[in-house]
Nanobody, 117 residues
């Protein structure tokens, strides 16, 4: 059973930084494109960033230049380094994995990020 477990969320002041981690298990990690999504209260879930199996990244315009996605295939982990955080970044952040061969998609349980003074 594939599992994705996020960690690293919390409360941070505007302008601060956080690093989210997503640890994957029961999967061949290098066969997956990995992504981060977020959902703010009362809003739809939105894509934040993803990193392909070959480590090429892409970002939503709202986070470009502030967030960095990376992966460590040896640790089966994907990271989201968030800097210059804004109140509008407050959301539950979800990790996503998509198998590049079967297109099966898995989600983590989410981690709360709150940006507030």
């Amino acid at each position: 059973q594939v599992q994705l477990v996020e960690s690293g969320g919390g409360l941070v002041q505007p302008g601060g930084s956080l690093r989210l981690s997503c640890a994957a298990s029961e999967m061949i990690f290098s066969d997956y494109d990995m992504g981060w999504y977020r959902q703010a209260p009362g809003k739809q879930r939105e894509w934040v960033a993803h990193i392909r199996w070959d480590s090429s990244p892409n970002y939503a315009d709202s986070v470009k230049g502030r967030f960095t996605i990376s992966r460590d295939n040896a640790k089966n982990t994907v990271y989201l380094q968030m800097t210059s955080l804004k109140s509008e970044d407050t959301a539950v952040y979800y990790c996503n994995g998509r198998n590049i061969y079967s297109d099966h998609t898995y989600w983590g349980q989410g981690t709360q990020v709150t940006v507030s003074s």
